[in-house]
């Protein structure tokens, strides 16, 4: 595609629920990250995929996150019985080379 | 633990004003450094990068950064802003062949007309 697209731009869940957040990256980027921003803090990494596998999973919070990326190319984000500090947004990017990240418009995650 | 620091969280300027932008980071060995820009509702992009060799970088819109290696710094610079540089600036930092990027908190930048 064109660009980085996450969907949904919007998720409202109850706490204890399970979330699922996609991410297509753009047609032939071999690396995806997944990052997450907080109110008031920096981007937080969560993992990088090259190909279909995380080498660098050392960011993801807790065993209730997880991630999966198949053929390549869509990767989905798991959040299992969500929490309030779950919220935030969490952004995906995908690049070629090292370092040219192109990144999505984020998913915005609330918690109630 | 790698970190990378911004001084200034939120700046107003007038158009025409210079700007730097600072950003320091931890780390001894090789690195890459990075300038993100977040304009208002878009998703970031990048707006500069530094690999290796010449310290002066050129980015996109007259920025561009010096990494001075003896000071862990890589600052942004433009020399007469404009309102359309309002923006979050984000300096990144990745160590050697590590893939996953150290982010600074951001720096908010307000351009008045």
């Known amino acids: 595609g064109a660009g980085v697209s996450q969907s949904p731009s919007n998720k409202v869940t109850e706490k204890g629920k399970d979330v699922e957040l996609r991410c297509d990256p753009i047609?032939?980027?071999?690396?995806l990250y997944w990052y997450r921003q907080s109110l008031g803090q920096g981007l937080e990494f969560l993992i990088y995929?090259?190909?279909?596998?995380?080498?660098?999973k050392s960011g993801l919070p807790s065993d209730r996150f997880s991630a999966e990326r198949t053929g390549g190319s869509v990767s989905t984000l798991t959040i299992q019985r969500t929490q309030q500090e779950d919220s935030a947004v969490y952004l995906c990017?995908?690049?070629?080379?090292?370092?040219?990240?192109?990144f999505g418009q984020g998913t915005r995650l609330t918690v109630v | 633990a790698q970190s990378v620091s911004q001084h200034n969280h939120h700046v107003i300027l007038s158009e025409a004003a210079s700007l730097e932008l600072g950003c320091n980071y931890s780390y001894g060995g090789t690195v890459n450094l990075f300038w993100y820009v977040q304009y208002p509702g878009q998703h970031l992009q990048l707006l500069l990068k530094y690999f290796s060799g010449d310290p002066l970088v050129k980015g996109i819109k007259g920025f561009e950064a010096e990494f001075i290696k003896s000071k862990f710094s890589f600052n942004l610079r433009k020399p007469s802003v404009q309102w359309s540089d309002t923006a979050e600036y984000f300096c990144a930092v990745n160590a050697g062949n590590n893939r996953k990027l150290i982010w600074g908190l951001g720096t908010s930048l307000a351009v008045n007309p």
């Open positions: 990017a995908s690049s070629l080379r090292q370092g040219e990240a192109f």
């Open positions: 995929f090259q190909g279909n596998s995380a080498p660098d």
């Open positions: 047609s032939g980027h071999t690396a």
